[in-house]
Every structure is written in structure tokens, then in C-alpha cells.
């Protein structure tokens, strides 16, 4: 049981994430208006502010969780990431971004802007050689204009809509063994 606390990661891992995971983030980012708070009130259109983060809470705090355990075992975690962080990907060998992908697959969703899909490719180095994992909904529209980019590095996305609570109790069973 005691070896749990002795695991670390043997690779340098950023994960970034631009979607809310506290009641301050959330409260802001829909008084901005981001496509991602406007997605979850147009399924609870009756819920006011409070309401929502109620019903959003659950999966903001699991994957705050379980990114933190993450944390704890090595990993860098960028919360409410910016679109610049990605300049920094070559010092990293595995990079998870998990951000929101326009509902119309236009764009990624970063905290402090939405980035073109043509675009996203474009934050990362061209230098960058280590594994992105694009933890999007759809986010598989987004891997060839990657490797396009950067040819050395592996791409990981995905064809379908994936829920956030889901994606990071994937990353936490991954990352515990």
C-alpha cells in the first residue's frame, strides 16, 4: 500500500487545462461569456449562475483531484492554461492539453482565448518531438495539421465527444500505474 507514495513519473509531463475547475474560474468565465460555459447553459437553460456551477462542481472537482494527484507524482499541471503555453512543449516529453473544442469545430478554447483550428498547430514548436495528447472533445480534426508541423512528434486525439470527468480519471489510472 505504501509503495502508492513512492511512485513518480519518469517522463516530464505538462498538462494543461483551460477549463474551469473552481467556482471562481467557472463564476468568470461565464460572466465572459466562453463557448465552453455557454455549452453547458444551453442544456440547463432554466439553471442560473450558482445552479450551474452545482451541476458542473462534480466533474470540476473530481478533475481537480485527480490532476493534482497527478501532480504529486511529477507532473506539471497548468490550470486556467493559456494558449502560450505550448511555446514550451520541447521541454516536455508528453504533453496533455485539455481545453474545449468549439462545439462547431472551428477552435480550441484556452483561458484567455480561442485559437483557430488552422492555428492551434501553431503554438507548438516545430521542434517539438514528444507526445501530444489533445484531450478535446473532436479533437482529431486537429492531429494532421500537428504532425504536419511538427513530423517528429506522436499526435493523440479523439473522434467523438468525451466527458471531462471521464478524461481525467483516465489520466489518474494511467498515471498511478
Known sequence: MFNFFKKKIYKKVLICISVPTTKE?????????????????RQY???G?????????????????????????GADVIYD????????????DIVIVIAHNLDNGTGVEFHDK???APDFSRLLPQS???ILDISACQSASLMSSVKSRCPSCQVIGVNSK?????RALLYKQVFSS
Not at 456551477?53 to 497527478?70: C, F, G, P, Q
Not at 492554461?81 to 516536455?92: K, P
Not at 468525451?162 to 471521464?166: A, D, V
Request: charged letters at 20%; a positive charge.
Open 114 to 116: 480561442v485559437i483557430s
Open 25 to 41: 474560474v467557472f463564476i468568470g468565465d461565464l460572466s465572459r461569456g466562453t463557448d465552453f460555459c455557454r455549452s453547458i447553459s
Open 81 to 92: 492554461a493559456a494558449s502560450a503555453v505550448l511555446t514550451n512543449a520541447c521541454s516536455y
Open 128 to 130: 517539438f518531438t514528444g
Open 45 to 47: 437553460k432554466q439553471l
Open 162 to 166: 468525451t466527458s471531462l470527468g471521464l
Open 49 to 73: 449562475r450558482d445552479e450551474l456551477w452545482e451541476v458542473y462542481s462534480k466533474v470540476a472537482i473530481m478533475t481537480r483531484s485527480n490532476l493534482d494527484m497527478i501532480a504529486k507524482l
